[in-house]
């Protein structure tokens, strides 16, 4: 596709549930990020993936969050258990891995947890 | 490690008059760094980068950026700034201590008044 798509662009679940959001990067991209904003607030990075390398979980809030990237493109992230404090925008962004790239963001999935 | 700060929450300008957004840096090594804008329920978009050469970038929709490495700062101009400017920005680095992810500041806003 021309940029990158994530899906759904809106997900309101029950507090408890578990929820997976997808992020299709630009192809040829070998780099995919998740952050997240809540609120008012900045970009929060969760994970990196880079390649073919480990990825960089550092970010990630606590365990029930986890992702995974199948054959270098497509991403999931899925939050275990949601909680209120979940509630916000997750934002997928692709580059190429390259350290003077730029990062294409799509226009997020908003979650709110009930 | 490597990180941005952006300094001011928000910044208030008159429609015409010039703008700057204030972003300073912390890194080892070269610094590779990026602006972004996010416009209301939108994604980020990538407006400029420094990676190295002219200390001047220019960027899109007019804007540039001064990188001054004594200062360790990357400002954001516009010379004549647009109601339509109005939107959050945020500055960005790459790790190149750790994993290469891009790290972001925590954004300024900018209003600008007709």
């Known amino acids: 596709g021309a940029g990158v798509s994530q899906s759904p662009s809106n997900k309101v679940t029950e507090k408890g549930k578990d929820v997976e959001l997808r992020c299709d990067p630009i192809?040829?991209?070998?780099?995919l990020y998740w952050y997240r904003q809540s609120l008012g607030q900045g970009l929060e990075f969760l994970i990196y993936?880079?390649?073919?390398?480990?990825?960089?979980k550092s970010g990630l809030p606590s365990d029930r969050f986890s992702a995974e990237r199948t054959g270098g493109s497509v991403s999931t992230l899925t939050i275990q258990r949601t909680q209120q404090e979940d509630s916000a925008v997750y934002f997928c962004?692709?580059?190429?891995?390259?350290?003077?790239?730029?990062?294409?963001f799509g226009q997020g999935t908003r979650l709110t947890v009930v | 490690a490597q990180s941005v700060a952006q300094p001011e929450d928000q910044v208030n300008v008159a429609e015409g008059n010039p703008l700057t957004v204030k972003c300073t840096y912390s890194?080892?090594?070269?610094?590779?760094l990026f602006w972004y804008v996010q416009y209301p329920n939108r994604g980020l978009q990538f407006l400029l980068k420094?990676?190295?050469?002219?200390?001047l970038v220019k960027g899109s929709y007019g804007f540039e950026a001064e990188f001054n490495k004594s200062q360790t700062s990357f400002h954001l101009k516009k010379p004549s700034a647009l109601v339509s400017d109005s939107a959050l920005y945020f500055c960005?680095?790459?790790?190149?201590?750790?994993?290469?992810?891009?790290?972001f500041g925590t954004g300024t806003r900018l209003q600008v008044f007709p």
């Open positions: 890194v080892s090594g070269n610094p590779y």
């Open positions: 993936f880079q390649g073919n390398s480990a990825p960089d």
């Open positions: 420094y990676i190295t050469g002219d200390n």
């Open positions: 962004a692709s580059s190429f891995n390259r350290l003077n790239t730029e990062a294409f």
């Open positions: 960005a680095v790459r790790d190149v201590s750790n994993t290469d992810k891009l790290i």
């Open positions: 192809s040829g991209h070998t780099a």
